[in-house]
């Protein structure tokens, strides 16, 4: 079996939880509290920062030029394309450069963060690029889906679906997936599975991180067991 037929089955719960997440649920219909959707966009500006640092040190990195062909793209359209819109959504909303700094990193982004970053340096890059693949795959289905609906009445959230429906991402993901099948066939059995890990254990994170911003996550302050 291929690696993304076998990630899909295996990712299946969060990918099918994240449709049906409040946050996106919300999202489409309009309702979702814009405080809520802050958020989400001040949490999301520090993992897609590292994610687009990610994909450059993958890149540096690694023997397989088509692998590396498709990094640098994908790192390149990052800060041309969604860091952009976010830039944009920053600017509408008036979210500021103190306000970003003053929100702390909640536990699931770092998380996510470190964990992708873990793969990076504990394996290889085919293990890497398992990892960051359910970023653009899972935005791109929900795009995809959310697409299918009426559009949200709120023009912020429609925005943020519609950068999820662009042919160059849906042209990315399919990329992606042939250079993964191709690296999964040729790795050991042992990186097999570390390959299908770091891929589940993304598209958990990518479950918590709707759940991290719904309910706006904070870190606990350690004393709240005091009387
Ligand atoms: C957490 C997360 N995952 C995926 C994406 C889509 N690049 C994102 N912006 N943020």
Not at 43 to 70: G, M, N, P, T
Not at 76 to 100: N, S, W, Y
Not at 182 to 195: F, G, I, N
Request: net charge negative; glycine share 4%.
């Amino acid at each position: 079996m291929s690696f993304t037929s076998i990630v899909r089955k295996e990712a299946a719960p969060y990918w099918q939880g994240s449709l049906r997440h409040p946050f996106i649920v919300q999202l489409q219909a309009g309702t979702l509290p814009e405080e809520i959707f802050r958020y989400y966009l001040i949490q999301d500006h520090y993992y897609l920062r590292h994610f687009r640092k990610l994909h450059q040190i993958v890149a540096d990195h690694c023997q397989d030029q088509e692998l590396k062909a498709l990094m640098t793209l994908s790192a390149t359209g990052l800060k041309d394309g969604e860091m952009i819109v976010r830039e944009q959504f920053f600017e509408a909303l008036k979210i500021t450069a103190a306000e970003v700094r003053a929100t702390p990193i909640a536990p699931t982004t770092d998380h996510y963060v470190a964990h992708m970053y873990r793969q990076l340096f504990a394996d290889n890059p085919a293990i890497a690029a398992a990892g960051l693949y359910p970023c653009a795959w899972l935005y791109g289905d929900i795009g995809m889906a959310l697409s299918q609906q009426p559009a949200s009445p709120n023009p912020y959230y429609q925005r943020w679906i519609e950068t999820y429906t662009m042919a160059e991402l849906q042209d990315e993901i399919q990329m992606m997936g042939t250079v993964l099948n191709r690296l999964y066939a040729a790795s050991s059995a042992e990186d097999q599975v570390k390959m299908v890990q770091a891929f589940v254990r993304s598209s958990q994170l990518e479950y918590h991180f709707w759940e991290m911003a719904y309910r706006k996550e904070q870190w606990l302050r350690g004393d709240e067991y005091d009387e």
